[in-house]
C-alpha cells in the first residue's frame, strides 16, 4: 500500500489490484478514488492522459485541483462531495481544469463508498471529456440554422468536396442555374461552367485549395460566366471560402447573376456615346451611378472639380466623392429620394453638402439629383457644382460687413467724444486765457502764472485725448500688412521701451518662450506695451510689482497673458474698461486719457482674435489675448 495513503489514514478496500486493472483499463475515461476528506488515492491512464498530472503529481493531492478558481471560491468541491454523502450519486456536466490551466467540457460522477455498518471510507470519481461531442452537437445545430438562412439568399450557393462533387445547392443556386438539388447533388462542378472555362477553372481552385488563404475574390482579373441548364451563358461575379469538416477540405462558392446589370451598364454606355458630347461642354460636375451606387457617367467638368480621370472612377461606388463622415447620411437620404415619387431634388436645402478631391481635400458645393429608368434600372444623375468661391466671397463680404459696422460704431463714439468731452479742455484754456487778458494785461504776478498753468494744462490734456484719438483711428487704415513676426523680439523691444517705469517700479518681469506668428510687427509691440504698460501703472503701492507674459498653443490658436498681481480689477467691469474713454479710476490717481486697452482691443481684432479679462482669485489682473496660427486680415 502507497505511504501517500497511509500518511491520509486511509485503507484501500481488498480489491485495490482489482480496481487498479479496472481503472486503467478504462483509458478514455478519468477514474481515480478519493479519501474520506477527498484527497486522491488511485490515478488510472485515462485521468493522466484527460488531466495531464502524472500518478506521482496527483496521488496525495486534494480533488479541488481540477475545478476552476471560481468554483473553489464558492466551496463547490466540497458540496459535491456532501451531495455524494447524502446517498445520491452525483452526476453533472461541470467544467474542468488541467494541469496546463486550460479548461474542458466533462461529465462527471462521484459516488460516496461505504462499508456494511455504513462507515464512509471514500469516493470514486468517474470524469469522461465531452468536449468534442458538444462541438459536433453544436455544429449540428449552426448547421441546421445556417440551412434555413441558405434558402432565403437570392445568391448562389454551393459546396464542393475535396473531389469537387457537389454537396450544398441551395434554391438561389436552384432558380440562377435552373436545376433541382435532386438533378445537381453528387455531380461535378464542371457542369455549371463553360466548357472553354473549365481547365483555367481546375487551376484556379487548386491554387486556391494549397494557398493559406480562407477567402477569395474570383472574377478579379477577368470576368466570369455560369452555364444554365438549358445550355445559356450569363456573366456572374463569385466568391469561394474553404473550412475543414472532420478532416475533408470543403470549398463554397457564393455566386451572383449579374446579366442585368449588365444589360444596364451597356445601355448606360450607349446613352453616354450619344450625350457626352452635351455632358462634356457643361462646367458642373454631372455624375450617374447604377442601382449598386456604381459611376458610369463622369463628365469633363467632373473630372476638372474632383481631380480625377474618367477612367478611375468608372464602376467604383459614389462613396469615394464624398467626405466620410457624410457617407451614413448620403446613403440614407439616396435610398429615401430613389423610393419616392420624386423625378428631381435640390440636394442640400438643409444642410451644407461637400465633396472630396482626388488630392484629398474638402469643397463646398451645391448638387441637384434626378432619376430615369433606362433599361429597366433606375439610373440617378447628381449634377454638382464647386462653390468654393462663392463661399470665399460671401465669408469675406460678411467679415467687411462686421468691420464696416463696427467701425461704424466706433465713429459715432468717436463723434460723441469729439463733440463733448474735447470741448471740456477747450473751454478750460479758452475761459482762463480770457482771464488773462481781462484782468492782469500789461502785467504778470503770480495768479497770472497759475491760470497760463491751467491754459498749459488743458492744452496737453487735449493734446493727449487728440493723439490717442488719431492712433486708435488709424488702427486700419494705416497698419501694416502682416509677415512672420518673432515675438520674442517684440516683446524685448516693448519692455525697452518700458524701462523707466520699470526702474521706478523695481518690477520683476518674467516670460515664456515666445513664438513667431503671422501678424503686424508694429501693433504686437504696441499691445504688448499697452498691457504690461497698465501692470506698471496700476501697480499695489503695498507691494513690489510680479508681471508674467505666457504663450500657450492650441489647436487653432495661441493664447498669450500678462498676469500681474497689482490692485487688480472688478470683473463686473471686464467688459466696461475696452469702451473707449472708460475709466475706473480719477485722473489725479492715475495718468491717462482711458483709451489704451481700447487699442489693445482694436489690434487683436485686427488679427482675427479676441481679448479679456480672466477672473482670478486673490490679488492682481490677468488679460488674455487670442491670435489664430494663421490670422485672417481684415484691413
Not at 484556379?204 to 445559356?232: C, P
Request: hydrophobic share 35%; proline share 3%; aromatic share 8%.
Amino acid at each position: 500500500m502507497d505511504k501517500d495513503m497511509r500518511v491520509i489514514g486511509v485503507d484501500l478496500p481488498q480489491t485495490e489490484d482489482e480496481y487498479r486493472l479496472l481503472a486503467d483499463s478504462l483509458r478514455d475515461v478519468c477514474f481515480f478514488m478519493l479519501s474520506s476528506t477527498g484527497h486522491i488515492l488511485t490515478w488510472n491512464s485515462g485521468a493522466e492522459r484527460m488531466k495531464g498530472y502524472s500518478r506521482d503529481e496527483a496521488i496525495g493531492k486534494h480533488f479541488s485541483i481540477f475545478y476552476a478558481a471560481e468554483d473553489r471560491a464558492r466551496e463547490q468541491p466540497e458540496q459535491d462531495l456532501q451531495t455524494a454523502l447524502s446517498g445520491e450519486r452525483l452526476m453533472a456536466e461541470t467544467w474542468r481544469v488541467r494541469k496546463d490551466g486550460s479548461r474542458f467540457r466533462v461529465q462527471n460522477i462521484i459516488t460516496a463508498l461505504k462499508d456494511d455498518s455504513g462507515k464512509l471510507r471514500g469516493f470514486t470519481n468517474i470524469t469522461r471529456d465531452i468536449t468534442e461531442s458538444q462541438r459536433s452537437e453544436e455544429t449540428l445545430r449552426t448547421l441546421s440554422r445556417l440551412a434555413g438562412l441558405l434558402d432565403i439568399a437570392d445568391d448562389a450557393i454551393i459546396s464542393v468536396n475535396n473531389t469537387q462533387e457537389i454537396t450544398l445547392f441551395n434554391q438561389g443556386a436552384e432558380r440562377i442555374f435552373q436545376y433541382t438539388s435532386a438533378e445537381i447533388l453528387g455531380k461535378q462542378l464542371d457542369v455549371l461552367i463553360p466548357g472553354r472555362f473549365t481547365h483555367t477553372h481546375q487551376a484556379h481552385l487548386q491554387d486556391f485549395g494549397q494557398s493559406k488563404e480562407t477567402a477569395r475574390k474570383m472574377g478579379e482579373r477577368r470576368e466570369i460566366f455560369g452555364l444554365r441548364k438549358n445550355g445559356v451563358e450569363f456573366p456572374a461575379e463569385a466568391s469561394i471560402s474553404k473550412f475543414e469538416l472532420e478532416g475533408e477540405k470543403i470549398f463554397t462558392v457564393i455566386l451572383r447573376d449579374i446579366t442585368e446589370r449588365k444589360q444596364a451598364e451597356e445601355a448606360v454606355r450607349s446613352s453616354e456615346a450619344r450625350f457626352s458630347g452635351i455632358l462634356d461642354i457643361a462646367d458642373d460636375a454631372i455624375i450617374s451611378i447604377d442601382k449598386g451606387q456604381r459611376i458610369t457617367i463622369f463628365n469633363q467638368g467632373a473630372e476638372k472639380v474632383f481631380g480625377y480621370a474618367a477612367s478611375d472612377v468608372y464602376g467604383k461606388p459614389l462613396d469615394m466623392l464624398l467626405p466620410r463622415r457624410f457617407t451614413d447620411t448620403h446613403q440614407h437620404h439616396l435610398r429615401e429620394f430613389s423610393q419616392s415619387a420624386e423625378t428631381a431634388r435640390k440636394m442640400g436645402e438643409r444642410r451644407e453638402i461637400f465633396g472630396l478631391r482626388k488630392n484629398g481635400t474638402e469643397f463646398p458645393a451645391e448638387a441637384s439629383i434626378s432619376k430615369l429608368d433606362l433599361g429597366g434600372e433606375k439610373i440617378l444623375t447628381v449634377i454638382l457644382r464647386d462653390i468654393t468661391e462663392r463661399k470665399q466671397a460671401e465669408s469675406a463680404l460678411a467679415a467687411k460687413a462686421s468691420e464696416l459696422s463696427r467701425s461704424n460704431s466706433e465713429l459715432q463714439q468717436f463723434a460723441y467724444v469729439a463733440s463733448h468731452d474735447l470741448q471740456e479742455p477747450l473751454r478750460m484754456v479758452a475761459s482762463y486765457t480770457q482771464l488773462l487778458a481781462k484782468r492782469y494785461r500789461g502785467q504778470l504776478d503770480e495768479n497770472a502764472d497759475e491760470y497760463i498753468g491751467f491754459a498749459v494744462d488743458g492744452a496737453a490734456r487735449m493734446s493727449g485725448l487728440i493723439d490717442d484719438l488719431l492712433t486708435f483711428s488709424r488702427l486700419d487704415s494705416q497698419g501694416n500688412p502682416f509677415d512672420e513676426t518673432d515675438l520674442d523680439k517684440v516683446l524685448h523691444r516693448a519692455l525697452e521701451n518700458l524701462q523707466v517705469a520699470m526702474e521706478e517700479s523695481k518690477a520683476d518681469i518674467t516670460w515664456d518662450a515666445m513664438p513667431t506668428i503671422l501678424a503686424d510687427e508694429f501693433q504686437m509691440g504696441q499691445l504688448f506695451q499697452n498691457l504690461v504698460g497698465n501692470a506698471l501703472k496700476f501697480r499695489a503701492p503695498d507691494r513690489r510689482p510680479a508681471i508674467h507674459i505666457s504663450a500657450e498653443r492650441r489647436t487653432m490658436e495661441w493664447i498669450f497673458s500678462v498676469r500681474d498681481n497689482g490692485i487688480g480689477i472688478d470683473p463686473q467691469f471686464g467688459d466696461r474698461i475696452f469702451i473707449i474713454f472708460q475709466r475706473l479710476h480719477l485722473k489725479n490717481e492715475y495718468p491717462g486719457t482711458g483709451i489704451g486697452l481700447t487699442i489693445c482691443k482694436k489690434i487683436v481684432e485686427r488679427h482675427g482674435g479676441r481679448i479679456w479679462l480672466e477672473p482670478q482669485a486673490g490679488l492682481g489682473t490677468t488679460f488674455s489675448f487670442s491670435v489664430p496660427h494663421r490670422p485672417h486680415e481684415f484691413s
